[in-house]
């Protein structure tokens, strides 16, 4: 099926390349099948634009997956804003052990998710929540929280940090700019309790650019009650990956 783009028609899709198999495994028809909605649904709902659909796979399906390697087995993990489902659709089907909580505001988007969730069958691994993230502070949490492409940093940290568990991270996937943007926002990411920052590198050998996430680790909000705010502490300036 061919996809009319601003320019004419788009090509589908070329097949999976050599490094997804790596990534997903046996689970690479699931990934497939995956791509199939995006190019199809997910264009004509508008959450992946037509000129995506060539390289849907490094650009999305990929360069989302790759980031699983930041998460333990059986992990929990809220991925806010999720849109396409990207990352938190390509992380379930890569790691079937986690369990994933997609929040997205647009009751189009979240329609689209839940359609898609169970078109691939991961109703017992994903749930759709429809909301803001900073209204569902209290209702959603995990020790691990995700996000691509949402908001600057400081003010990701604002949403996200109130869903993640006393000592559990957020996973920012950012671009090559993350080190500078780590380092414009420590001193806010201080005050919303972030005790620890890191840039990460995912996928190299996988993708011809590693993915970097900012990795910000949240402090046990009773201790910091006790022993002062996260915000008298300056993050680490340690980088991993």
Known sequence: ?????????????????????????????????????????????????????????????????????????????????????????????????????????????????????????LQEQVTVHRGRAEDLAGVVSAPWVTARAVARLDKLARWCVPLVSPGGTMVAMKGRSAEEELAECRTALGRVGVVDARVTGHGAGILEEAVLTVDLTVGDRSSQSRGGSASDRRPGRRRRG
């Open 1 to 121: 099926m061919e996809h009319d783009g601003p320019d004419g028609p788009d090509s589908r899709p070329a097949a999976a390349p050599p490094g997804a198999a790596a990534v997903f495994g046996v689970r690479l028809p699931l990934a497939e099948a995956f791509v199939d909605v995006l190019v199809d649904t997910g264009v004509s709902h508008g959450l992946i634009g037509p000129r995506e659909v060539p390289r849907i796979w490094e650009r999305h399906v990929l360069n989302c997956a790759v980031v699983q390697d930041a998460f333990p087995a059986g992990a929990r993990v809220v991925d806010v804003g999720s849109g396409a489902g990207l990352p938190g659709l390509a992380l379930a089907v890569a790691r079937p052990d986690l369990e994933m909580h997609l929040v997205e505001p647009m009751l189009r988007r979240t329609s689209w998710l839940q359609t898609t969730v169970e078109r691939l069958g």
